[in-house]
């Protein structure tokens, strides 16, 4: 058996002229590429799927918009905040910020700076590019993101019970950028259903 291996070894050592161990070398790299190709194999009913979906076609939104909408990405609440905006507040085309918490960054700026950071690029660019001029901030009640978050710092409990980050995104908007209409709103739970309120600016 070992000599049978022996002489396959010596006509292999022959054959690439003394380059064996750099062909074994090379042949030891191969299963991982031999897995990319399983996996490329696999990947392609996916592909059959998305190139038949292409015929399907989806209408595109007007690029002017009546404003931008920051809220929470909680799924319990998408529906009512998008019929709250649109049936009861009459704005159709909106630029959507869905983030989760919606407005906490500005509330927690000190005690998550990149969080802030990340909002506050994202409403400067649709303001200065989509040249929106109002904006529709609104927390919600029951928000699994502030849940979370309590345990970060002793102050965040009392920034969701006196509502005051919604004020302080209202206030840095408004600092940073004149002419725009602010509003702020709470949207909260009562019997299975969700109840929109706006927020004064002073109170
Ligand atoms: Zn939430």
New binding site residues.
């Given amino acids: 058996m070992s000599d049978h291996r022996n002489t396959k070894g010596r006509v292999w050592e022959a054959l690439t002229g003394g380059r064996a161990n750099q062909f074994h070398t090379h042949d030891t790299a191969r299963p991982p590429a031999g897995r990319i190709d399983t996996d490329s194999h696999q990947a392609e009913p996916p592909q059959t799927k998305s190139t038949s979906a292409v015929s399907r076609r989806y209408s595109l939104d007007s690029p002017e918009v009546e404003a931008l909408v920051v809220h ?3 799924p319990r ?1 998408q529906t009512a905040f998008r019929e709250f905006v649109t049936d009861e507040l009459g704005i159709h085309n909106y630029v959507p910020i869905v983030i ?3 407005v906490h960054a500005f509330g927690v700026q000190s005690l998550l700076p990149k969080n802030f950071k990340v909002l506050w690029e994202q409403i400067k660019f649709a303001v200065t590019q989509r040249n929106v001029r109002q904006i529709i901030i609104i ?2 009640e ?5 849940e979370r978050m309590k345990g970060y710092h002793p102050s965040i409990q009392s920034i969701l019970k006196s509502k005051s980050d919604l004020k302080t995104a209202a206030d840095i908007i408004l600092h940073d950028f004149s002419g725009i209409h602010v509003r702020m709103f709470w949207a909260a739970i009562e019997s299975g259903q969700v109840y929109f309120t706006e927020i004064a600016p002073t109170s």
């Fill in positions: 929470c990405a909680d609440f989760g918490g919606g927390n919600h029951d928000c699994l993101w502030y």
